[in-house]
């Protein structure tokens, strides 16, 4: 059986808490997602169905096509290095690129992603374009964690402003005053961000409908086949905490997982959470990003469930 050694140190490093008698290992870490081809196109998978496609990719596209001109008006040179911050398949960078070139401004393409598979199916979708104003496509593998070595390489060579993109409710992922932090410190005066996340003011078990799906558990349980546990071992469950959904697997039985020299010994109702997502509200979605950007513009969904919003430092 071969594991994964990247996971497998997250779970040992992690270690588990104790909630009653039930011991909860915590790796809820997006990285640990995509970090196989197959991860990485369970994903797209599931982006691409009508569920997904409704609540989250639809509303984020009509967004940005609607205050597109107000993005451009904000951009004030005539190079631009588009920064995708977990570039996904680059549909809605091509948005972007699109109406940034038709008014003259050359784009690079800097799709950044933890997966080699995302980046390269983004990088396809921009050399379908043709355009001579695509300067060049400069990619990273990489997480968010290394953005300000990223940015630095680019302010180097003097390429225009930077446009960072946060789509498809990234930023729901993340602790979101560590992600905006680590973002907003590896902008310059000028640079603009661009985030597109989901909002709820819906009650947890209408929530948590959207979670208890089988395309969402396809992309998650491979995170725990690759340190040796098979499906029929794991029961998927999510449950709504602390302004958060949990996705989490409870052992259906005792397993021991060894690599190297070292074991974990997991419990039958041990619970291991996989995965987390952020829920805001508009208005604290706004009090957010009032902390980072003074100038700032947020745009909502008809229904008040998706947000747009373009800040500028």
């Known amino acids: 059986?071969?594991?994964?050694?990247?996971?497998?140190?997250?779970?040992?490093?992690?270690?588990?808490?104790?909630?009653?008698?039930?011991?909860?290992?915590?790796?809820?870490?997006?990285?640990?997602?995509?970090?196989?081809?197959?991860?990485?196109?369970?994903?797209?998978?599931?982006?691409?169905?009508?569920?997904?496609?409704?609540?989250?990719?639809?509303?984020?596209?009509?967004?940005?096509?609607?205050?597109?001109?107000?993005?451009?008006?904000?951009?004030?040179?005539?190079?631009?290095?588009?920064?995708?911050?977990?570039?996904?398949?680059?549909?809605?960078?091509?948005?972007?690129?699109?109406?940034?070139?038709?008014?003259?401004?050359?784009?690079?393409?800097?799709?950044?992603?933890?997966?080699?598979?995302?980046?390269?199916?983004?990088?396809?979708?921009?050399?379908?374009?043709?355009?001579?104003?695509?300067?060049?496509?400069?990619?990273?593998?990489?997480?968010f964690e290394n953005l300000e070595n990223i940015t630095s390489l680019l302010r180097k060579e003097k390429v225009g402003c930077n446009i960072f993109l946060l789509l498809g409710n990234t930023l729901g992922n993340f602790e979101i005053n560590e992600l905006m932090y680590e973002i907003r410190s590896s902008m310059r005066e000028g640079d603009v961000l661009v985030i597109g996340n989901g909002l709820d003011t819906r009650k947890p078990d209408a929530i948590l409908k959207a979670y208890n799906n089988d395309l969402l558990d396809n992309l998650l349980i491979r995170t725990l086949t690759q340190i040796g546990l098979k499906r029929d071992e794991l029961e998927y469950s999510a449950r709504f905490r602390n302004s958060r959904v949990e996705m989490y697997y409870t052992m259906k039985k005792d397993k021991k997982i060894e690599f190297l020299d070292k074991h974990v010994n997991l419990n039958k109702g041990d619970q291991i959470v996989v995965a987390v997502s952020y829920k805001y509200d508009k208005s604290d979605f706004k009090s957010f990003m009032k902390i980072y950007f003074d100038d700032l513009d947020i745009f909502m969904s008809r229904d008040n469930s998706y947000a747009l919003a373009l800040c500028r430092k």
């Open 1 to 143: 059986m071969q594991v994964n050694d990247l996971i497998f140190k997250e779970l040992i490093k992690r270690g588990y808490s104790l909630e009653g008698k039930t011991r909860v290992w915590n790796i809820a870490d997006s990285k640990l997602w995509y970090l196989t081809p197959e991860q990485a196109q369970a994903f797209l998978d599931l982006e691409k169905s009508k569920d997904y496609q409704g609540d989250v990719i639809q509303k984020e596209v009509d967004l940005i096509k609607a205050n597109m001109e107000k993005l451009v008006r904000r951009i004030k040179s005539k190079a631009v290095n588009i920064i995708d911050l977990g570039c996904g398949d680059g549909k809605k960078a091509v948005l972007f690129i699109q109406n940034l070139t038709k008014k003259g401004i050359k784009v690079r393409y800097c799709p950044i992603d933890i997966s080699n598979y995302m980046v390269e199916k983004a990088l396809e979708q921009v050399r379908k374009l043709n355009m001579s104003e695509v300067i060049e496509c400069q990619w990273n593998i990489s997480d």
